[in-house]
């Protein structure tokens, strides 16, 4: 018998063995590939196509983010408002997103009703038509939404770092204005449309608990699709701005600025990026961190600060992001290069060690929950071209790092005259 009067023994996430689900994978006819993991306690469904057209293949300006949000807004058959009553009627939830590489359809369901919902999302990306009057208000909602956020200074910091980072025309910093939305056309999405969705490279992902014909039921709304396409990677030039250190002035009125400090780094194939993905941890990456600790617990200067490796697949920049008094924005730069100096130059005991370890096994932990989540952490690693092996040293990494292994890497990377520093009043 349990005997409650003696607390159970308390073990650090550091001590467990975390090990990611493995997913079927098969090809539908067409030769797209198909990822899914059947699990979970409840009859729900998660189906996500993920087609190589982010703004990385456009050659006008948001094409590509304009194109994947009209998807849904209409065909030859329904209407936008039809369309969005068939996925009310079964309870589901279909959404989009474009992001630089790639653009997303995701599908939320009861399993049961996957039949009556596949073939709608076929119908989408088989025989969107972007209705002229559907655009247009696509056009003044954007224009109008586009208006407010100008107005705020950690919007534009953050459209001027990516500028700086990668250029104004490199798809990472390449900023929408009011311009581009009046210039978009309906024959733009529809040329967008058929070559990056109607032919179009595509892969799915899918999780939950399925019906025993999961295989068949893909086959019949996408099999004979044009899904397996070969779509050319795009290279494009990288142009940082000349000058690291800038003021800008957005609102005379503002009371606080916007502070980005940022530089380029390698993408996840570099030797380094799991050891730095603890080193940010340490530095900036939870509430706990050095820079939250300093910055917000200790000065008071701002209600948060954080820093972050970007979740982009050719090349990525480590940002250190705050909002901070007007009048001490630049005592919270001096503190954020004071932390980094530190870190240049004293060893981490071992008990903060251990809880950013700790830290990231939890987080680790909590992101393997469900078949979603697992899903979703197998959706990062394919499309950046890895694979499960690559989960394991990270899990690896952050068991076995030590304090000079971190010394080291702030010495190769947490260098001042590296960063590019931003403050948008």
């Not at 992001?99 to 009556?116: D, F, G, R, V, W």
């Not at 990288?238 to 250190?245: H, L, Q, V």
């Not at 008071?300 to 050719?314: M, P």
Request: glycine share 4%.
């Amino acid at each position: 018998m349990l005997n409650r009067t003696i607390p159970p023994p308390i073990k650090d996430a550091v001590d467990f063995n975390l090990t990611l689900k493995p997913c079927t994978n098969f090809s539908l006819k067409n030769g797209a590939p198909v990822y899914y993991i059947n699990d979970g306690a409840e009859e729900v469904a998660l189906i996500e196509m993920v087609f190589l057209a982010g703004n990385s293949f456009e050659n006008k300006n948001m094409v590509a983010s304009a194109t994947n949000y009209l998807l849904k807004n209409g065909t030859t058959k329904k209407t936008a408002l039809e369309i969005n009553e068939h996925f009310e009627f079964y309870g589901a939830y279909l959404s989009q997103s474009c992001y630089n590489e790639y653009a997303t359809i995701t599908l939320h369901c009861l399993s049961k009703h996957l039949k009556e919902l596949l073939p709608v999302i076929k119908e989408i990306i088989t025989d969107s038509i972007f209705p002229q009057n559907e655009l247009e208000i696509f056009k003044q909602n954007s224009i109008q939404r586009l208006s407010v956020n100008l107005q705020k200074c950690d919007f534009v910091a953050n459209r001027l770092i990516d500028q700086y980072l990668y250029g104004k025309q490199h798809p990472y910093g390449r900023a929408s204005s009011v311009e581009d939305i009046k210039a978009l056309n309906r024959e733009d999405l529809l040329i967008f449309f058929k070559n990056f969705y109607y032919t179009a490279n595509c892969k799915i992902f899918a999780a939950g608990k399925f019906p025993a014909d999961l295989e068949n039921l893909l086959n019949e709304s996408f099999g004979d699709c044009n899904l397996n396409e070969n779509i050319s990677a795009i290279i494009h030039k990288k142009e940082m701005a000349p000058e690291k250190k800038s003021r800008v002035t957005n609102d005379p009125k503002a009371v606080q600025g916007a502070i980005r400090i940022a530089r380029p780094f390698p993408n996840r194939h570099h030797p380094d990026f799991k050891k730095v993905m603890v080193l940010n941890c340490l530095f900036g990456g939870f509430f706990g961190s050095r820079l939250m600790s300093n910055i917000r617990e200790e000065k008071g200067y701002t209600y948060g600060i954080h820093s972050f490796l970007e979740n982009r697949i050719n090349e990525s920049a480590w940002m250190i992001s705050t909002e901070a008094g007007k009048d001490v924005c630049q005592a919270t730069i001096d503190e954020v290069y004071k932390e980094m100096k530190i870190l240049r130059e004293e060893l981490i005991d071992d008990e903060e060690l251990l809880l950013v370890k700790n830290y990231m096994m939890g987080l680790n932990l909590g992101e393997l929950d469900g078949p979603f989540h697992v899903i979703s952490r197998w959706k990062n690693l394919i499309i950046n071209g890895l694979d499960e092996n690559y989960f394991y040293d990270a899990i690896n990494t952050i068991k076995n790092i030590s304090s000079q292994e971190l010394k080291e890497l702030s010495n190769k990377y947490l260098l001042p005259e590296d960063f590019f520093e931003l403050v948008v009043f």
